[in-house]
């Protein structure tokens, strides 16, 4: 049982405590009706350490992060700390720690809720059923490549740069989650990157087909561009079963594809990394959305995407399927009800506050659950 397994609780910035709170109400629900009893921790990230400590994330809290058995994340940055340098932006406490805990897969679905078909500004018939999963590789490429920096020309003029690179072992890591996974969904992998005009994509393509050559027969591959993957995921969704792509790449697609489900109030993530000697991977799960300066502290955010991200936790971290399923159904419930937070509201539906959404959230899962 979960027992005694150690959750490390990051709420940071904007709405991210907000929607964090509501998730805490799931969690005790959960211990006390169903013995999924963790051994919680919370602790700062981003703005709110950087206000008490002076930087992003404290090297205790990296530690502890390194410790738990899993962390359960928010949201950084918000624009009381814009002007911050680079360094100490709140944004560079998450990087720190996907980039310590080596979480270079990272898992995001993105579901169309039935009842929530309408939300979307998509028409109907383009996001009904729409079940795609996007791994975005997520310790290397653009984000983390060096050489890195601002520097002044000798003319006084400034350049600024960035490096994406990837490595054979990158790319054939995070395509083997990809394809694993793909076994256990409808056996289909579109892999996207920019061979046309860059060479870490001529590499990233050149590794796939080998790594499924070799390895993955069974899975059907295709390759695609970058740019046309963004056309395709508004134009028919549907054809995607798993999209595996690099960094930027990923964090941008992503976006995209939430908004297939009505809002990005509904995205939630699962940050993996490599299984150890005992098969415990390394694990943060957080919300797609940010911060969400302009909503935070209204109580009116959808905290429906860090509940999922929970709810990712229990199946991932925890084997505890039947659990994350009854999480999934509660929400299903809510929305079939017409309970909507203001992000995903339409005519006929109720708008709630986050913490009423929470409320529809533990009495659905009296109804179905105990
Ligand atoms: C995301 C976010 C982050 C990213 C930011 C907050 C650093 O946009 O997780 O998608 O760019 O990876
Ligand atoms: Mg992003």
Redesign the pocket.
């Known amino acids: 049982m979960a027992a005694n397994k150690k959750i490390l609780v990051l709420p940071g910035d904007g709405i991210g405590p907000e929607v964090m709170g509501q998730v805490r109400r799931v969690v005790d629900w959960f211990a006390r009706h169903r013995a999924v009893g963790f051994d919680l921790q919370e602790g700062l990230c981003g703005g709110a350490a950087l206000d008490r400590h002076g930087v992003p994330l404290t090297d205790e809290t990296m530690a502890d992060a390194m410790n738990a058995d899993a962390v359960l994340f928010g949201s950084?940055?918000g624009p009381k700390w814009d002007d911050l340098p680079f360094e100490k932006k709140p944004?560079r406490g998450?990087?720190r720690l996907r980039k310590e805990m080596e979480l270079f897969a990272n898992l995001r679905p993105a579901v169309v809720f039935d009842p929530l078909v309408g939300a979307s500004s998509l028409k109907p018939e383009i996001v009904r059923g729409l079940d795609i999963l996007i791994i975005r590789e997520l310790t290397g490429g653009v984000y983390f490549g060096e050489p890195r920096g601002i520097e002044t020309l000798p003319d006084g003029t400034k350049r600024g740069f960035d490096t994406q690179v990837y490595t054979t072992p990158e790319i054939e890591r995070v395509a083997a989650v990809a394809f694993d996974l793909a076994k256990k969904r409808r056996n289909k992998v579109t892999s996207v990157e920019k061979a046309n005009v860059m060479h870490s994509g001529v590499l990233w393509r050149q590794t796939v087909a080998a790594l499924h050559a070799a390895k993955f027969k069974d899975v059907e591959l295709s390759h695609m561009y970058a740019d046309n993957c963004a056309m395709q995921l508004v134009r028919w969704p549907k054809q995607f079963d798993v999209i595996v792509t690099d960094n930027l790449f990923g964090?941008m697609l992503?976006d995209c594809a939430a908004m297939l489900t009505g809002s990005l109030g509904m995205l939630p993530s699962a940050s993996l990394g490599a299984p150890d000697a005992t098969g415990r991977r390394k694990a943060l799960y957080e919300p797609?959305h940010?911060s969400a300066p302009d909503i935070a502290g209204k109580g009116i955010a959808n905290p429906l995407a860090e509940l999922m991200s929970y709810s990712m936790m229990l199946r991932y971290s925890f084997d505890l399927a039947e659990d994350a399923d009854l999480v999934d159904r509660a929400i299903g419930k809510v929305l079939a009800d017409g309970v909507r937070t203001a992000d995903i509201a339409e005519p006929g539906s109720t708008t709630v506050s986050t913490s009423q959404m929470g409320d529809a959230i533990l009495g659905a899962l009296d109804r179905l659950g105990r």
Do not use: K, Q, R, Y
């Open positions: 950084v940055g944004e998450l990087l964090d992503s797609v940010g």
